[in-house]
């Protein structure tokens, strides 16, 4: 299978910040990367699907990079309604799977 | 409006069974693989089970193979995970979910997302 790593697991940082959340496939995946935000006692929301295309509704400060095996999810200016956590997901192979996730709060 | 509603969860004892079922509406299932997707309390996400359009190819995260079977019904635009042999360890929410795709071979996403149903598997 391939294994998906997130970092960092978890990160505080303030309104108007520029974040950085970085997702490490264990072999190449080409683009087939998923981002999803998570709220707590919510269902999970798709932000980002094949590395970098914006999914329709989401705020335009999310944003997507990456391919083959190192990826990125930056929110260039974090606001207070970022606070979730955030997974990426493989789609390149039969058997998906999904990083641990990184937990954001803000400041 | 395309929509996932899942049901069949609730309380069940150690070794028993259970089937979830997923009603889909807005979208036609054929047309999608599915999948199940479940996160227990407090943990990440972890992807269970996919099916292709026909049924002809299932795929299993290795925790669940041999215990869990993923389904289908194309005319009743419904999906179903049967769960025999639970454990505590199977306790989650439990989302079905479509791969919904674009053109040009961009791999596939899970969207959207229900509100998924609830196992609990404890004495």
């Known amino acids: 299978d391939i294994q998906m790593t997130q970092s960092p697991s978890s990160l505080s940082a303030s309104v108007g910040d520029r974040v950085t959340i970085t997702c490490q496939a264990s072999q190449t995946i080409s683009s087939y990367l998923n981002w999803y935000q998570q709220k707590p006692g919510k269902a999970p929301k798709l932000l980002i699907y094949?590395?970098?295309s914006l999914q329709s509704g989401v705020p335009s400060r999310f944003s997507g990079s990456g391919s083959a095996t190192d990826f990125t999810l930056t929110i260039s200016s974090l606001q207070p309604e970022d606070s979730a956590t955030y997974y990426c997901q493989q789609s390149y192979d039969t058997r998906d799977t999904f990083g641990q996730g990184t937990k954001l709060e803000i400041k | 409006e395309v929509q996932l509603v899942e049901s069949g969860g609730g309380l069940v004892q150690p070794g028993g069974s259970l089937r979830l079922s997923c009603a889909a509406s807005?979208?036609?299932?054929?047309?999608?693989?599915m999948t199940w997707v479940r996160q227990a309390p407090g943990k990440g996400l972890e992807w269970v089970a996919n099916?292709?359009?026909?049924?002809?190819?299932?795929y299993y995260v290795d925790s669940v193979k041999g215990r869990f079977t993923i389904s289908r019904d194309n005319a009743k635009n419904s999906l179903y995970l049967q769960m025999n042999s639970l454990t505590a360890e199977d306790t989650a929410v439990y989302y079905c979910l479509r791969k919904d795709y674009g053109s040009g071979g961009r791999g596939d996403w899970f969207d959207p997302w229900g509100q998924g149903t609830l196992v609990t598997v404890s004495s």
């Open positions: 099916i292709k359009q026909d049924g002809s190819e299932k």
């Open positions: 094949a590395a970098s």
């Open positions: 807005g979208f036609t299932v054929r047309s999608h693989w």
